[in-house]
């Protein structure tokens, strides 16, 4: 059985090889854009979007074969081609190079695997079947995405502010972890649920961690 560890890794400005320019490689990419990597392409031919994302010097599109070697200096690497023998070589290449590969065709010859995501501002939840079943594990997602709806994006980024806030303003770590527990304890979600949340001024949040901190 196949166990892999759940991690989210920063690619934010690291090199990341996509090998093949078919509709798997889009999908592959187009994560990665949203993690803000800098990707080279290669594949002789690429799906009209990714040419676009070319054009727009969103990504490197090298137009030919893959080559021993051109996985020099990538943090991680898709062999997204429909080839097994290149993915192969591809997979090959990265594990001698220590580089984090997946393969399109087998995730046996993968070093991590792209899980499904919902994604909600700060909010990402990752499913996965370790390869098993990718249809089950998009519909869990849909099933997600109905119970963590858009409010999620604002609720979090509420926490994610008054967390810097606390942070800023209380010294003591255990006076800090009750106020940021005690802001999930309020009913801030339901607020933001039923349109009647409001972002705090400078002032309230001054007075909300004044107030609280007394209590703690």
Known sequence: MERYTPIFVDISGKSCCVVGGGRVAERKIKGLLHAEA????????????LQQLHHDSRIQWLARSYRNGDLRGAFLVYAATDHSEVNTAVVQEAEDAGILVNDAISSERSTFITPSVVRRGRLSIAISTAGAGPVAAAEI???LEQ???DEYETYIEFLYQMRMEVKARVSSSGIRAKLLRRLTEMDVLEKIRTGQFEWWTEEQIGDWISHNQEDV
């Open 147 to 149: 119970q963590f709806g």
């Open 38 to 49: 800098q990707i080279k392409v290669i594949s002789p031919e690429v799906t009209p979007t």
């Open 141 to 143: 997602r849909d099933t």
